[in-house]
Structures are given as structure tokens and as C-alpha cells.
């Protein structure tokens, strides 16, 4: 039997029969036991056996033999757990799963414990690279391994959602000057307080460019990851705006941890008498399975696979800039800050870089504010320049700053930026 299973129902074999004699002239049964129970460890036990019952008209019973129970080892997988970062970021402590522990073993019981390691690091170049799990020791149990992988992602940036209350448009786009832009055209900023979703702004392996289209008679905007589609929508008079970034296809079978589904729902509306539609997605569920409920279709229920962003407060008020102004503080000088992510890695200069946590950490390019230029307008235009993960290099304005500076600090984070303090 193997370890953590119960004992087979024991059994006894009689010879030495004569004259055409069988089994069917010996009554009663003989008495057999062993010491082995469903706990005991691999290896062999005695089987002992007592007359018992046994009888037969011509024949004794002088010789008992007894047997032997064999335990052998049940068995143990054991698999490395798949771990997703960001170029810069810190590399995850290396875990490992279990499959096929019995008698309430655990990892503490096994004699030595797995090693697991991986040939990359947070500066590895981006790609996919295995962990591997290796030297796990418990005579108890056969033990294999499954190895798991690390992929190395080159950053990720999130997605502003906004909406034209003029055409009932969203608007989605990873650029703050476009955001900006939008919002003084009237754009309502709805990615405040909703959990959010990204791309990827270089390709990974399984992933593939989200388009972008746009029908400038309505102003209307689509994305779509299939080149059909969009070919078909350029030849009807929309406007191909380029690539926005990279995700996984809906019909990605196992996504990486840290990436979420990007739902996809439209509806047909009617503004100022003209026939026109909205494309929405959105990260949440709730909010997708809410619309399709009021009529949105659910044709199209997955655009594919991003990252995932956490919701955040307003992205321009007093209290963003009071909360960023104490982290970057707290972090430059070593402390664990409060409420945004933050994370530190070496920068060019100054006390550190605080970038928002899984983003990449990039040095160039650089925008200079001072503190005489730390105005909002100013910001946005340092900010502009900053795109693509860049670290914002700043000095520490004097006390008590305008709260837009540290508002704009604070958008740099939450889009995957850095932000180094400078002397």
C-alpha cells in the first residue's frame, strides 16, 4: 500500500492439499494482523498469523507463515509558483505549492526542503524566464516537480477613461497631455475612484497591439486587437490612430498574475436625433454585468487581458497632493510611506527614485521643475516631455508648496512614472 492509505483487508493462502483435496474441506479462518496502520512510514511490516478458527478433518495446521505489509511512498507534487514583475521592480520571493501531502503532513514535515531558483532579475531584459525547483527530500513520498515561470514585463501604464457628455463617447488613452487636453474640452474624468486597467507598452510573448480608431463625423473612438477589423473600419472612413499598447487575447487560456479581464460593452444611442454608439470597457465586472443588464450588449464580452490598477482618489485635489507630498517625503528619507504604493531603486542623483509599484524605473527622460516653476501648468508641460515611464527629476520646493505641484507628482505616479527628489 502507499503512505496515508488505509491497510488492504489482509488474506491467507492454505497448500498442501492431497488427493484432489480444495480449500472447500477447511472451515473456519485463520486470526492475521499487523502493527502498520494508515500513519505508519514507508517500509515493511510483519504480517503475524494465529490459528484462529481454522479446522479440517485430515488435516493440521503446524505451519503459520506469516507476511509482509510493504509501504511504499505516496505521491508529491511539487510546483513552483509563477511570478509576474516589472523591469526595476523588486524580485518576489520565490514560492511553492503542494499537491498530494497526506496524515496532515506539511512542507515543515519534509526532510529537507525545496530550493527553487530562476536565471533573472528585476534588470533582466523583458521576456519569460523558468523557475525551477529542485532538492526536496521525505522518504515518505515520490516526489516531482512542476516548474513555474517568471515573466519580466518592460512596465505597464494605465489607462485614463474619460467621457464626451457631448457624443456619449468614452475616451481611453495612457497619455496625461491627452488627458489633460480632453478634460479642458469638456471631458469628464471617470477614472477617479473606478479600479482600472492598463497595457503593456512594449509586446510580450502571447500578447498583441490594441488598436485605435476613430470616426471624426461623430467623434467616436473603438479599440479593437483584431487587424481585420480595424482594416474594415479604416476602409468605411474611420481613422486609424496607431497602436495604444499591447494586451492578451480574450481567448488567453492562463493569463499572468497581476493582469485583469477588460470587459467590452456597447449600446446604440441617439444624441441631438443622430444614431450614433458607445464602445465601453472597464476592469469591473459589477459594472459590466450592471450595464448589460439596461441593454448593453454582451456580444463582444472581452476585449483581452491587461494589467491591473487599483482604483485611486481624485486625480487633482488637496488631498492627493497632502497624501503624494508625505509619501515621496517618507520614502526619500527610507520610511515606509502611508498610502500610495511606493517603491525605491537606485536614480542619477538625489536621495532616491519613488516609482509606483510593479512599474519599470527609468532615468531619461528627465524634466527639471523648480521651485520657481511649480505651477500646475508647468507641471503638465514637465509631465508632457515625461511620458513612457520616465523618472520626473524635481527639486523640493519650498514650505509649503502649491497642492497642484504635488497633485502633478502624484499623477506621475499613478501612471508608472518615477519620481526622484533632488537637493
Known sequence: ??????????????????????SSVVTGTPVLSTTATAGSGVGSYAISVGLGSLSAS???????VGGTLTVTPAPLIISAASQVISQ???LPQLTATYNGFVNGDTAANLTSAPVLAVAANAASNMGMYPITISGAVDPNYQISYQPGTLTVLAG????????????GDHLYTTSQGEFDLAVSHGFN????????WGVYPAQLPGTVPVHRVYLATLGLHYYTLSDSERNGLVQQGWTSEGDVGFLYPPTTTSPPAGTTQIYHTYIAVTINGTLEGDHFFT???????????????STQASLGFGPAFAAFGSTNSAALAAQTRADVSAKASGDSP?????????G??????????????????????????ATESDMFASRATNQGGGTLRLHEPAPAPLDDYWVQVGKNLLQGGGVELLP
Do not use: C, H
Request: glycine residues 12%; charged residues 10%; aromatic residues 8%.
Open 1 to 22: 500500500k502507499t503512505y496515508g492509505s488505509a491497510n488492504p483487508a489482509l488474506t491467507d493462502q492454505i497448500t498442501g492439499f492431497v488427493n484432489g483435496d480444495t
Open 58 to 64: 485430515n488435516y493440521d495446521f503446524p505451519n503459520l
Open 88 to 90: 526595476g521592480g523588486t
Open 156 to 167: 505597464s501604464e494605465r489607462m485614463f477613461r474619460l467621457y464626451n457628455p457631448n457624443n
Open 189 to 196: 474624468d471617470e477614472t477617479t475612484g473606478n479600479p482600472g
Open 283 to 297: 476592469s469591473s465586472q459589477s459594472e459590466y454585468d450592471g450595464l448589460v443588464a439596461l441593454g448593453w450588449s
Open 338 to 346: 502611508a498610502g500610495l504604493p511606493l517603491s525605491t531603486a537606485p
Open 348 to 373: 542619477t542623483a538625489g536621495s532616491g527614485v519613488a516609482t509606483a509599484a510593479g512599474n519599470a524605473v527609468a532615468v531619461a527622460p528627465n524634466a527639471f521643475v523648480t521651485p520657481a516653476a
